[in-house]
């Protein structure tokens, strides 16, 4: 079973803020996924990174994968009330399984 | 946005009656899935589906069941819906390319069992 960790599990900011959050692992992976899930809503796919060390920016949104494909990151520059919600990885399935992994999530909350 | 339904989005039911979701596609993706998503325990799949007619159970498949018999369809029953089974359920759907799997979320159904 692959497991994806998280960090922080909850985050609260002021708009304006620079912050990071972390999606971790000790398997390897073809390609990770992050989402972002606002209120009420399904979650969105934001970005899908492929190769190790690969940088991928999304506007103020900056998304990394470990160099091993491990690990990745997600930074947001100056953050805006409009960036509140949580904010998932997840990774492809695995060997003949049909089953992605996602991770718990970061609860991301940008106060005006 | 990749064309996905869910119909009903919330419904409001007592336990021991019958309920049955539905997820609508599009894409003519081969994929689709039903997760309930929690407090405390994220996105856990239910159900999915590799084809028509074709389904396998998740991590937390126990009091549901699942059909479909159609690509564009994929429904989610519970036969005898319990409080537990309180929660909001979305529906994705996959085209799975081997390196990305990328899934597309429905808008979610909000199910209360009373």
């Known amino acids: 079973t692959q497991l994806l960790e998280q960090s922080p599990q909850f985050l609260s900011i002021q708009e304006g803020e620079n912050l990071t959050v972390y999606c971790n692992s000790s398997s390897v992976f073809s390609s990770l996924q992050w989402y972002r899930q606002e209120p009420g809503e399904g979650p969105v796919l934001l970005v899908t990174v492929v190769t190790g060390g690969e940088v991928k920016k999304l506007k103020r949104l900056t998304f990394q994968f470990g160099d091993a494909r491990k690990d990745s990151s997600l930074h947001i520059t100056a953050a805006q009330t409009g960036d509140t919600g949580l904010y998932l990885c997840?990774?492809?399935?695995?060997?003949?399984?049909?089953?992605?992994?996602f991770g718990r999530g970061t609860s991301l909350i940008v106060h005006p | 946005d990749a064309g996905i339904t869910q119909s009903p989005r919330h419904k409001v039911t007592e336990t021991g009656t019958p309920v049955t979701l539905r997820c609508h596609q599009t894409e003519n993706h081969r994929y689709m899935y039903w997760y309930r998503q929690d407090p405390g325990h994220g996105l856990r799949l239910i159900h999915y589906s590799y084809g028509v007619k074709d389904t396998d159970k998740g991590e937390v498949s126990d009091g549901y069941s699942v059909s479909r018999s159609k690509t564009e369809d994929f429904l989610l029953t519970l036969e005898s819906a319990t409080s537990s089974q309180t929660s909001v359920y979305f529906c994705a759907i996959s085209a799975r390319d081997r390196v990305r799997n990328e899934q597309f979320f429905g808008p979610g159904t909000r199910l209360t069992v009373l």
């Open positions: 997840a990774v492809p399935a695995s060997g003949g399984s049909y089953i992605p992994t």
